[in-house]
Structures are given as structure tokens and as C-alpha cells.
């Protein structure tokens, strides 16, 4: 009913940047909060930056400074500029969407498949 769609991971050395993107389509009525959380091998799966279908955004404080996200309401995409990118934050980077389905109305939480991320030092 709803297909989503991530690109934008790869390798990066220290320093350098990479944008995120998430699009997500199908029987959609409404969206409600994008996020993009993170898992790194061995740890909990952890927020990195969420917005609010009014443009109001939250980062954890490791990626504060650093990323900048944003979304598309009329194409239903987010996406992740980060930049100064640290082999800390290597990682498989999933969005997460709050969508209202269509015929009836329902909500859903939607995952990304995951896109991954390695930053080299």
C-alpha cells in the first residue's frame, strides 16, 4: 500500500558530507512527522532528526550543527544533508514516516529498507 524509496548513503572520509533522501507514495492521505533514525552495528536504533508536517525540526545533539532536515510535502519526501561527517556516525540510516492510509483511514508508522553510511578517518 505504500512504497518507500531511500537513497544517498556510501562511503565518505572524516570531514566530508552526504544527503539522505526518502520518498515515500501510494495510498496516502496525509503525512504527519519524517524522521531519519539510525543504527549502528551492536547499538540501539537511534533518533537523528525528525520534522513536523508544519517545518518544525528536532536533532539529536550529535548531529546538531551538522545536519539540516528537510521535507517536500506536494513530492511526500525527506531528506538529510550532513555535513562534517564523523566515523561515528557510521551507520544504517532509516526513515521513518507517519503516513494516514487511505480506504479507511488509518495511521501507519512506515520504515525505509535502510540506506547505509561509513565514514572512514
Known amino acids: 500500500q505504500v512504497q518507500r524509496v531511500e537513497s544517498g548513503g556510501g562511503l565518505v572520509q572524516a570531514g566530508g558530507s552526504l544527503r539522505l533522501y526518502c520518498a515515500v507514495s501510494?495510498?496516502?492521505?496525509?503525512?504527519?512527522?519524517m524522521s531519519w533514525y539510525r543504527q549502528a552495528p551492536g547499538k540501539q536504533r537511534e533518533l537523528v532528526a525528525a520534522?513536523?508536517?508544519?517545518?518544525?525540526?528536532n536533532y539529536a545533539d550529535s548531529m546538531k550543527g551538522r545536519g539540516t532536515i528537510s521535507r517536500d510535502n506536494a513530492k511526500n519526501t525527506v531528506t538529510l544533508q550532513m555535513n562534517s561527517l564523523k566515523p561515528e556516525d557510521t551507520a544504517v540510516y532509516y526513515c521513518?514516516?507517519?503516513?494516514?492510509?487511505?480506504?479507511?483511514?488509518?495511521?501507519?508508522?512506515?520504515w525505509g529498507q535502510g540506506t547505509p553510511v561509513t565514514v572512514s578517518s
Open positions: 501510494g495510498r496516502i492521505f496525509s503525512i504527519y512527522a
Open positions: 521513518n514516516v507517519g503516513v494516514v492510509l487511505t480506504g479507511p483511514l488509518r495511521y501507519r508508522e512506515v
Open positions: 520534522i513536523t508536517s508544519g517545518g518544525s525540526t
